[in-house]
Each structure stands twice: as C-alpha cells, then as structure tokens.
C-alpha cells in the first residue's frame, strides 16, 4: 500500500516551489490563488526571499502549505491509501483525502502560524532535539525537571524533541546529557512548539476550525496526536486542535500505517526530511519524494 507524507516547519528553503510554479498554469494559478488568500506576495518570499524571511512562522508553515499541495497537484495524489503529515503537514494531508479544501487549509494554516507566533511572543520559550536516549528516559527526566517540559516530537527511535520554558529546556538538556544522551541540542525557533505553552493559540485555532467546512475523508489520515487511521471530520477536528499543545507522534503513526499495510511512503514537499525518519523508524519499507 502506498502512504503520502507532508512535510512540516524545518523543511522551508528559498527558491522553494519555483520549478512547480513553471512547469504548469494550472499549479501557476493555484499557487497565484494563494497571494490573493493571504493578502500578501508570499511566492515573492518563497522564490526570492531570505532565509531569515522563510524563518518567520507566519511565512513558513504557509510557504510549505502551499509548496506541498502544489506538488500534490503535479503527481495527481499518486493513487495512494493513506497520508499522514508531520505537525503542520496534517493541513496538506487533509487537501490530499478531501477534508479540506485548498483556500480552506492555507486559511487555517495562515491562522495558525499567526496565533503561534503570538503565543510565542508571550513566554520565552525554546525547544531542543535529543539524541541517542531511549523515548521512556527522556519522558522520565522531562517529568522531574521543575518549570514546563515535555517531549513535542517523536521523530523516530532515538531522536526526540522537547519544547518548554526556556530556562526548563536548558535544564533538562544537562540531565539528558548526563543521563547519556549523544546530544542535546537547542533549536533556532523563538517558541515551545506542541507543549502547554500553546495554549492561547489552540483556541484561536480552535475558532477558526470550528468556522470551517470539514469533508468526510476519502482516505484514512494518520494523525499526530492519535497515531491511528481516522476519516471522520468531527474527530479530525478535534485532534488538530489538541495537536497544537499535544506531542507530535510520528513514529507511532508511521509504525501503524505499516502495521495497516504501507510499504511505500512518498514525501509530498519540499526537503526529504520525513524519508529519513521513516527510514530509521523501519529500514525495510520503500521512501521516495513525490517530484
């Protein structure tokens, strides 16, 4: 069986979605549509802009929306059984199985990143990946550490990311380290992604998710915080919502979808990070991008 995987905020680069935007009028037109959405030239930053401009949430999580529905439209769905998107890259799942539609999504995710970045704004706040401990050990030590702490993503079998207050974070890398991580390292975002901190921008979310038309899904989608199939949209509501504060869990979701049946996953968007995730969370099955 065959899985599409969408990429999340990490995945960005300049120049990203240019060939796309050439290759097609139909994918030129869509791409086009989302400036007239968002109100702003947002394929400007993406095919010219900066790093630093790519960095900012509000630019990211939408460029890479609109990057990966674009290469969706290219390879038309791929006949696939199954998707499952990594953090912000359950939005564009949910345009490959139906429930959303292409204007509906990037509103949501424009939104999103908005109410993010104002969470952000409030608490100094920080992730860290940690490398080389056993998921329980870190779980564990999280638990112990006094201030906010706690595991975002899994990634695949040693590498997990914490997100919290900053000075928790900081704390937490030094017992990981001496409870024999290989690494504990800060990452370059401005907020605690996927943890209590999240909570003001959950129901910002939450509102405007509410106010948004979900279709039944056409195929099932895999997601974060449940890590099983799911077609019903009052159910795929619900855990986008609890996403936002809630773990990120793409190795359970990525060991079911196998257990269901997938042998073949294909990153739908820009980078490759997720085939090598996948790869780690089981050698034997089949990775490939979508273009």
């Known amino acids: 069986m065959k899985a599409l995987v969408f990429p999340g905020q990490g995945s960005q680069f300049v120049g990203m979605g240019k060939e796309l935007y050439d290759s ?12 007239e959405i968002l109100g702003f030239d947002i394929l400007s930053l993406m095919f010219n802009g900066t790093d630093e401009d790519l960095k900012k949430t509000e630019v990211t999580q939408p460029s890479i929306f609109i990057h990966s529905v674009a290469a969706l439209k290219a390879v038309n769905g791929l006949g696939a059984e199954m998707v ?31 109410a993010m970045q104002e969470a952000c704004d409030i608490n100094p706040s920080s992730m860290a990946a940690i490398l080389g401990l056993d998921d329980t050990k ?41 409870a024999g991580a290989k690494r504990a390292l800060l990452l370059p975002v401005n907020g ?19 106010n948004t038309k979900f279709r039944k899904a056409t195929i099932p989608v895999y997601q974060n915080i449940t890590t099983t ?3 019903n949209p ?3 509501k619900q855990n986008l919502i609890a996403q936002l504060t809630g773990p990120v869990k793409w190795t359970q979701s990525v ?31 089949d990775v490939a991008s979508a273009i």
């Open 255 to 285: 060991q079911n979808m196998i257990k269901d049946g997938a042998s073949n996953f294909v990153e739908v968007g820009p980078g490759k990070t997720l085939q090598g995730l996948i790869k780690k969370i089981d050698p034997s099955v």
């Open 24 to 35: 097609r009028k139909d994918i030129k037109d869509l791409m086009e549509y989302a400036n």
């Open 138 to 178: 870190v779980e564990e030590i999280c638990s112990q550490i006094s201030g906010i702490v706690v595991p975002a993503n899994y990634n695949c079998p040693g590498q997990l990311v914490i997100s919290g207050e900053t000075a928790a974070v900081e704390e937490a890398c030094i017992k990981l380290k001496e």
């Open 192 to 210: 605690a992604f996927h943890s209590p901190l999240m909570q003001p921008a959950q129901e910002r979310l939450a509102a405007a998710i509410e």
């Open 84 to 114: 499952a998107g990594h953090s912000l890259g359950e939005f564009s799942a949910l345009v490959a199985n139906g429930v959303l539609s292409f204007d509906d999504g990037l509103k949501l995710v424009s939104e999103r990143a908005k």
């Open 234 to 236: 009052e159910e795929i």
């Open 229 to 231: 199939a799911v077609i």
